[in-house]
């Protein structure tokens, strides 16, 4: 897990980009700490309906300016109050959070999928493989146009950006992980990390695996507290010993090997589990 400061942040900006928003915060303490995958916490209210905090992977973090840009989707009382937030508030945030993603010592050449806003720790992850020499291409994808993100960013890093929308408005039409197999071959990719819906990774683990490779999922799991006490978030995964466990996604993840995460087995509890003996069935 990451080391996390609680801090107060102020709002420099919240800016629409399509579907959604742009959250700058000033946190000098948080920022440095960041690395690509991580993901932050923000209290966004004092009602009843919005004591739990919202998670939100981070965008970027720029050490140097001391911000944390975050993608904020719209989606009920707390986020429309959050894309609300006038500049030169605070807000009590945590960050960073969880397990980022894992970075190469050396030259690789990545795919980076992902659905809709899922794409937001893509970028820094994009720009530290670049750093270190190697290639990345992107496959986007989401329902419609506007549901889109990140686009123009993938297009500044790389010529290999492929978008794909369900109904065509962008891009091919299908799901995104339609031409996984045609991507990973046009890039010759030596690894994928994807973001997005669970059968979407599950999909994307499975056509990385059938060309060998390895494929690194941050899930998007809705989490109560974020930082390991709930135990709201668990995902059944099978450790390096073999053996199958409940997992926290907010310190053990978000960002988990796919190949290890029993996909089809997320919302049981399977009963070779290690401790669910007896108590297989749906959660």
Known sequence: ???????????????????YHRLVLRAPEAAPRVRPGHFATLALGETSALLLRRAFAVLRADPAAGTLELVVAERGAGTRELVRTPVGATLS????????????????????????????????????ILERG???????????????????????????????TEDGSAGLAGHVTGPLAQAIEAIDADVVHACGP????AAVTAAAAGHGLRCWTAVQTPMACGTGICMTCVLPVVGAD?????VRTCTEGPVFDGGRVRWADIGTVPDDLAGAAGMGGQL
């Open 198 to 201: 669970e059968p979407m990774l």
């Open 134 to 164: 190697g290639q990345v291409g992107f496959l986007l994808g989401a329902a419609d146009a506007p549901g889109l993100y990140g686009v123009d960013r993938a297009r500044a890093l790389t010529r290999d950006v492929l978008v794909v």
């Open 242 to 246: 073999g053996v199958s466990r409940f």
């Open 1 to 19: 897990m990451a080391n996390p400061v609680v801090t107060r942040a102020e709002v420099l900006e919240v800016a629409p980009e399509g579907a």
């Open 93 to 128: 945030l945590i960050a960073p959070l969880g397990t980022p993603f894992p970075l190469p010592d050396g030259p690789v050449t990545a795919l980076l999928v992902a659905d809709g806003h899922g794409s937001a720790p893509l970028f820094a992850l994009a720009e530290r």
